[in-house]
């Protein structure tokens, strides 16, 4: 029962597990001794079951038994005598007998089937291994056994387990220890073997066929997992010769086939069509041989002889040559549609999918576990190089997605190990499979589409392969724009035209990101030569000859690529404006350097080789052309080839497949004479002379049209063709058979020319593939994970990717692949923004925010509700904002997209509280000031008057009013629905963090600050133009807001903002003409702008002082509406920056706006408390701004809006202020150089005497209280004025344009304005004559020494008598009376004491003494006795006489100071 279980194991699973038992290793001698006894008697248990195998009785009636049965209890008697360790013991002693059982065409299958799996047992028992005695012939013994297993089948089933036994002791062979012992050719033989099987499978049961399969799998996996353990120099031969020469030899040669006919142990197809051999026991019992295979490859019996060399490699230890062998077979098998057609015989499989199928994952294991070992093996390289790629390429046309999807996933393989070598046959993969099955305009199906489109995208996910393809192909003048064409076609299929997302739109978005994200991973690796150089072509170079010093060193390939794709660039141009014009196509090349000023055969000839994209027929002409430069071109051209070691119809194909042959005869014989001539020049072996290359390559052109010519009816025999060739080769007949090879190739592949350039056209030909197979090219450049080429690599690609990936987000709904395109979104703007491509970055951004859509027509609420409910557009919103915060230095012309989200936001109310602020709080600018909490930039109640009015969003107001249960009006509740969504938009805004832009905008470049202030400018003044003044005045507003806040957070740079901010403001306040929050906040704005600003910007603030004119712009009715804040902000500005204001510039600024507040109701308090702030104590008055601010408190003290006691005091500081002009003055005296101390000092008294006269002004008020203390103000400034020591002249101004001029309009005021008007006149007189005396006598003795003191004198007489003999409206006259004479007296007998008033000797007409006493007459005539009482009555009679005869001068005559500085009533002082 045991053995009968073991006989019906059919599968894999429990051949495993019997592998896994019997690899433990059995050490006792005895217990495989028994084992190998219990097999003995399975195999005799079934013998037995059949009459065939009992007694036999000979003629001599002797009893005897079989052969087989002897054997087998022969080997039974004697395996427990042995002594010797069982590695000692020829293995062949134990297994022969069961080896005969198998080779025996005289057992059954159950016979057959327990014997093999006896053998299999002993195998696996691990005692037979490479140190095992006579281990090789033992080998090939168990393989020429099985391989040859010979059976009477029975019944179905006992036939397949015959064959799952075989497979398995083959498999089995392959994988024990002694398989190293194997021979070359044995295990072509288990491979062979294995393969018949599979093929005799088709007709069996599905488990046959399966483990079948499962078996070659295994051996191709386990025999070429051995590849990378074998050294590259092959195996050396018994006698010590090297292989490599063989190993190589017959690369190129398309019959060296023989040595793969190598009896049983060859990969043939010999046996296709023979019959069975058969042995028969009885007519119904038919003998199996497994030898069915197709037919792929000729065998010893075609005539070919086998090289002595290979037969001896093939018998060495497996390596190199049976994988070859394998590998060819392997690949010979993608050609079987071809042997189905040709040969009827065959097995009828399933050859469309099953067999190719089949063939390609063994192809693909085998390329998987050797790895890049292949690049150590020339002639495995070759194989795949040429044979595999090209049955690849035109397998690549299968209908079968499952083939196709193979070949992708082998060519997948292929770059991964060995693109160093495959450079030419990736760029024909790509041009002739995948870009021409991903395109339905070549038939394609969908299913063919999508299984590229995947392929593609695995390919796009190799972190180099598009640096790769870009530096091999796009930056190489022979080769056609991979990485571009790759770029294009994603952004093509990911284009939805007119139809909903399919896979391939998916699958082209992911390749898309895929190439995207690599790059951005790439970033900050570190890249060579990262700047872009400029590339001179100034110079023509011939481009053939340019060479790069290291294609390993990243320092040498970097460069070069570079400055070839930038010739490549021109190079193209130049080929399109030859295929329009060929003479202004050349000249177009010349002047640009491509080709020399001077045209030469050469270069000429290389451009016609080298160029892509050149109209084929154009060449073709100009090369037939008889022209001698022409037929020089035509030379050179043909010397560009290497036809070395080339067939001559290999050469002729490869010749005419770069441009077409003319259609005259004389253009076609030029022609191939250089051709001829060429080909004798490098292969000059068969051919006699060129002219026998001649007429044979005329020969092959006719075989080739009389042969693919439809027209043509008889066609030519390889015998024809022999027959015209005779006597050719000099008078002597070429080879036959090197004819007969160019006749088989002509009519299996036609020589064709196709218009089309490169490897764009749709299919492959072969004409295409030998020229590819012998195109020459720069080596393969292996790029690592360092960013070298991706600048130019993203140039090329943003602009289609930015478009695809926008158009797929667009018509997604599936929220991964939303979520792709985001992520594809962020990669471009990391790129962008790490190599400054603000163009691309803008486009981005320009294209997100697309997607922010909030319809006009709908409410707030349905709004708030719409972005909540839509998900992309939520998507869309944050990843703008994230592209703002983290790449905003690079932004330019986009922040006008983002702001019009942000003001779409802001419309809805969505957006935080805190956008518009600047980075200091107001908090903490009051604690850096040191003030109080009231002392904030603006109050409370104040921010919200000049704040814009925020709108309550509709849905917030609809959530509050859920709250009042006592209204009446019928509120609609929120749905769950809506509440969500409304969340939903919340926390969406929030991820945003918009207020960041604003806030951390002082870490933005200049070029982006500057473009996002335009942007904020131009947003708001669009919105002032339309004609929603509500809605857009308060997005107006908002712009506003931000444009001030960044130039706040911006201090540092302000000089940057300045100008536009100022101009736009500027505009605001002249345009407007009535109040509203946009002036408003243009306004305050500036203010505050000024008052942050000032403090640290000291080199602008007069300018920044000077935008405070506007103000005084405003338009009448704008100011009175804003005129107290501003005042209240203007006091505040100079109370908190009055020690930064230091320019009169600046306190120009400041006082003009002081000086409209004085008669402004509700600024002047404000404004007044400002000026008490600056001249107080002095604190802040300065030489700049004394002048101005004695005007304002000037205009504070005549302004009658406020209460009489704020006049005097606006007085008391106009008089106090002298102490300042005395602190000057002593400070003044200690400066070092005399030039400045007098300077300064005029200076001085420039500004005092601007006091007195501005102080003068107000001493004609109205009100009688500020006239008599602005009279007794002047009196405080002449006595203050004593320690400044003004000049002698200034007293004499003082006098005359102050105290003079005050007098004389007093009694003008007091003679034409009635008393109810001016009260009490007279006491202002009064007051104003005790000061003329005062300071008269306190500036005496410095007056009396100035020759003009005398008119002087007589002006103040004449003034005094003008008083007294002054009769006003209700006057008393007693009180001058009384207060005159008195102090006309003090002063008379002061300057008597003083010796100025004194008689001299001679008495003259003009004289300081008779001139005082006819106007004293006048006043009081005792004064003069009362001064003078000595004088005697006669004196006084004659001096009355003498003062009539100078009676007419005039009483009232102004004293003129006798030099020329006079200056006008209101004039400035001395100048």
């Not at 393989?143 to 029975?154: G, N, P």
């Not at 995948?434 to 796009?460: N, P, T």
């Not at 109640?941 to 849905?955: A, F, Y």
């Not at 712009?1113 to 109370?1135: F, G, H, S």
Request: charged share 20%; hydrophobic share 40%.
């Amino acid at each position: 029962m045991g053995h009968q279980k073991m006989q019906m194991q059919t599968g894999f699973s429990a051949i495993e597990d019997q592998s896994e038992l019997c690899g433990a290793g059995y050490h006792h001698k005895t217990t495989i001794a028994c084992m190998i006894n219990a097999e003995i008697g399975s195999v005799l248990a079934v013998m037995r079951r059949n009459v065939r195998w009992g007694v036999h009785y000979m003629s001599d009636d002797d009893q005897s038994e079989h052969f087989l049965v002897q054997s087998l209890k022969t080997l039974r008697r004697q395996i427990f005598n042995w002594q010797n360790q069982w590695h000692s013991i020829n293995p062949a002693l134990y297994l022969q007998p069961f080896l005969d059982v198998i080779q025996s065409d005289e057992t059954g299958a159950p016979i057959t089937g327990v014997a093999l799996s006896s053998v299999y047992k002993i195998l696996t028992l691990d005692m037979i291994d490479q140190n095992t005695v006579n281990v090789g012939d033992t080998m090939h013994l168990v393989v020429d056994a099985v391989t040859s297993c010979r059976f009477e089948v029975t019944d179905p089933g006992s036939e397949e387990v015959v064959l799952m036994k075989i497979l398995q002791v083959l498999l089995a062979c392959v994988k024990i220890k002694a398989s190293v012992i194997l021979s070359n050719q044995q295990v072509c033989t288990i491979v062979n073997t294995c393969f018949r099987i599979v093929h005799q499978a088709g007709t069996k049961g599905e488990l046959l066929q399966r483990i079948a399969r499962y078996t070659m799998h295994e051996l191709v996996r386990c025999i070429f997992s051995h590849l990378q353990d074998i050294d590259n120099t092959e195996s050396t031969l018994i006698n010590g010769r090297t292989t490599s020469k063989q190993e190589t030899s017959g690369l190129n040669n398309e019959h060296a086939s023989a040595c793969r006919s190598l009896g049983n142990g060859s990969l043939n197809a010999a046996s296709v069509g023979r019959p069975f051999p058969t042995d028969l026991a009885s007519s119904t019992t038919p003998v199996v041989r497994v030898t069915l295979m197709p037919e792929n490859t000729t065998n010893a019996s075609s005539g070919k002889e086998i090289d002595p060399l290979e037969l001896q490699l093939m018998t060495e230890r497996y390596g190199v040559p049976c994988m070859v062998e394998i590998f060819h077979f392997l690949s010979s098998l993608l050609n079987v549609v071809e042997h189905m057609g040709k040969n009827s015989r065959l097995n009828k499989l399933t050859f469309d999918e099953d067999v190719p199928l089949f063939a390609l994952t063994l192809i693909n294991s085998a390329i998987e576990l050797g790895g890049p070992s292949f690049h150590r093996h020339p002639r495995l390289l070759s194989l795949i190089q040429d044979e595999l790629f090209c049955n690849l390429m035109q397998f690549s046309s299968s209908m079968s997605p499952l083939v196709l999807s193979m070949v992708c996933s082998i060519v997948l393989n292929l770059y991964h190990h060995l693109r160093t070598e495959l450079k030419l046959q990736l760029e024909a993969f790509f041009s002739c499979v995948i870009f021409r099955l991903a395109q339905s305009k070549y038939g394609a199906s969908y299913q063919q589409q999508e299984v590229v489109m995947e392929a593609l995208v695995d390919f796009c996910r190799q972190k180099s392969f598009m640096a790769e393809m870009y530096a091999n192909f796009d930056c190489d003048i022979t080769c056609s724009n991979v990485f571009e064409d790759i770029t294009n076609m994603l952004s093509k299929s990911a284009f939805p035209v007119n139809s909903p997302l399919s896979s391939i739109h998916i699958l082209a978005l992911d390749g898309l990101t895929a190439v995207v994200q690599g790059i951005a991973d790439r970033i900050g690796n570190g890249s060579v030569n990262s700047e872009q150089s400029p590339v001179n072509f100034e110079q023509f170079t011939p481009f053939w000859q340019e060479k790069c010093e290291s294609f390993d060193d990243p320092n040498a390939w970097v460069p070069f690529v570079r400055r070839r794709k930038c010739f490549k660039k021109r190079l193209m141009i130049g080929a399109d404006h030859f295929n329009r014009d060929v003479k202004k196509g050349l000249e177009f090349l010349q002047g640009t350097h491509i080709l020399p000023d001077k045209l030469d055969s050469e270069s000429v000839a290389y451009f016609f080789r080298y160029t892509t994209g050149l109209d084929k027929n154009l060449i073709g002409d100009f090369l037939g052309n008889h022209d001698e430069f022409s037929v020089q071109v035509l030379h050179e051209f043909a010397r560009t080839f290497d036809f070395q070691n080339m067939t001559l119809d290999t050469a002729l194909r490869l010749f005419l497949e770069t441009f077409r042959l003319p259609g005259e005869s004389q253009k076609i014989h030029r022609v191939l004479e250089a051709f001829s001539e060429s080909y004798y020049e490098q292969s000059p072996h068969i051919l006699a002379n060129k002219d026998a290359a001649l007429v044979l390559s005329y020969s092959i052109i006719l075989l080739n049209t009389d042969q693919h010519n439809a027209q043509v009816k008889k066609r030519m025999t390889e015998e024809d063709f022999i027959r015209n060739n005779r006597r050719i080769n000099g008078g002597n007949d070429l080879p036959r058979e090197f004819l007969s090879e160019i006749y088989r190739s002509i009519c299996k592949n036609e020589i064709r020319i196709t218009c089309e350039p490169g490897f764009v056209s749709p299919e492959m030909t072969s004409n295409q593939w030998i020229s590819l197979m012998h195109k020459s090219t720069a080596p393969f450049i292996v790029s690592d994970s360092r960013a070298y080429l991706d600048y130019d690599m993203f140039v090329i690609l943003s602009g289609p990717t930015i478009a695809s990936i926008s158009v797929v987000f667009d018509n997604a709904e599936n929220k991964e692949v939303c979520q792709t395109c985001i992520d594809g979104f962020l990669a471009i703007a990391k790129i962008s923004a790490y190599y400054q491509l603000e163009n691309v970055l803008d486009d981005l951004v320009v294209c997100l925010c697309k997607f922010f859509t909030i319809l006009d027509p709908l409410s707030v609420e349905e709004s708030v509700l719409a972005f909540g409910d839509d998900t992309k557009a939520r998507m869309a919103t944050e990843t703008v904002f994230t592209i703002a915060s983290r790449y905003g230095d690079y932004i330019r012309t986009g922040w006008r997209n983002i702001l019009d989200c942000i003001l779409k936001l802001h419309k809805l109310g969505l957006l935080p509280t805190n956008i518009a602020s600047d980075t200091a709080s107001t908090s903490e600018l009051s604690t850096e000031n040191g003030h109080g909490p009231n002392s904030n930039s603006l109050s409370s109640t104040h921010r919200r008057s000049i704040s814009t009015p925020k709108r309550s969003s509709g849905l917030f107001r609809r959530f509050s009013q859920l709250l009042s249960l006592g209204t009446e009006e019928l509120i609609s509740i929120p749905t769950e629905e809506q509440l969500f969504a409304h969340q939903q938009a919340v926390q969406t805004i929030h991820k945003c963090h918009i207020d960041n832009i604003f806030i951390e905008s002082k870490f933005l470049q200049a070029e982006s600050l500057m473009q996002l202030a335009r942007a904020l400018i131009n947003a708001g003044a669009q919105r002032q133009k339309r004609n929603k003044i509500s809605e857009d005045e308060d997005a107006s507003v908002f712009c506003l807001e931000l444009l001030i806040a960044i130039t706040l957070n911006n201090r540092d740079r302000i000089g940057l903002l300045w100008k536009s901010v100022y101009e736009n403001i500027s505009n605001i306040v002249k345009s407007t003409v009535m109040p509203c929050a946009l002036v408003e906040k243009a306004v305050f704005g500036l203010l505050r702008i000024c008052h942050r600003l000032l403090p640290y910007k000291e080199n602008i603030t007069d300018e920044l002082l000077r935008s405070l004119q506007l103000i005084l712009k405003l338009d009448a009715l704008v100011a009175d509406a804003y005129y107290e804040k501003i005042t209240q902000e203007v006091c505040r500005l100079v109370k908190e920056n009055a020690s930064h204001i230091r320019s009169h510039l600046g306190w120009c600024t400041v006082t003009s706006l002081l000086l409209i507040t004085a008669r402004h109701l509700e600024a002047s308090e404000a404004g007044f408390d400002t000026l008490l702030f600056i001249m107080s104590d002095g604190a802040h008055l300065l030489p700049a701004n004394y002048i101005l601010c004695v005007d304002v408190a000037r205009q504070f003290a005549e302004s009658r809006v406020g209460l009489v006691d704020r006049s005097v005091v606006a007085l008391d500081l106009m008089a106090d202020s002298v102490n300042c002009l005395e602190k000057w003055t002593n400070d003044a005296k200690q400066a070092a150089k005399e030039e400045e101390v007098e300077s300064m000092l005029q200076d001085i008294g420039e500004m005092w005497l601007r006091l007195v006269q501005g102080i003068r002004k107000v001493c004609l008020d109205q009100r009688e209280e500020v006239r008599n203390h602005a009279v007794l103000s002047l009196q405080k400034c002449m006595t203050g004025a004593v320690g400044t020591h003004l000049p002698c002249d200034l007293s004499f101004q003082y006098f005359n344009q102050v105290i003079f001029t005050l007098l004389d309009d007093l009694l003008e005021i007091s003679q034409t304005y009635p008393q109810k008007e001016y009260r009490n006149m007279e006491g202002t007189l009064i007051v104003a004559l005790k000061l003329l005396f005062e300071v008269f006598l306190q500036l005496l003795q410095e007056l009396s020494q100035s020759e003009a003191f005398c008119k002087l004198w007589v002006g103040v007489l004449s003034r005094v008598e003008k008083c007294v003999k002054m009769k006003g409206r209700g006057w008393r006259s007693e009180k001058f009376q009384e207060l005159v004479p008195e102090h006309l007296k003090k002063t008379l007998l002061v300057m008597k004491s003083g010796g100025i008033l004194v008689k001299s000797a001679g008495l003259g007409e003009n004289s300081l003494w008779e001139l005082t006493w006819l106007h004293v007459k006048n006043i009081a005539p005792s004064l003069q006795s009362e001064v003078f009482p000595e004088q005697g009555s006669e004196q006084l009679k004659l001096q009355h006489k003498q003062i009539e005869t100078v009676g007419s001068l005039e009483p009232d005559a102004n004293i003129y100071v006798p030099s020329n500085e006079t200056v006008g009533q209101d004039g400035a002082g001395i100048g």
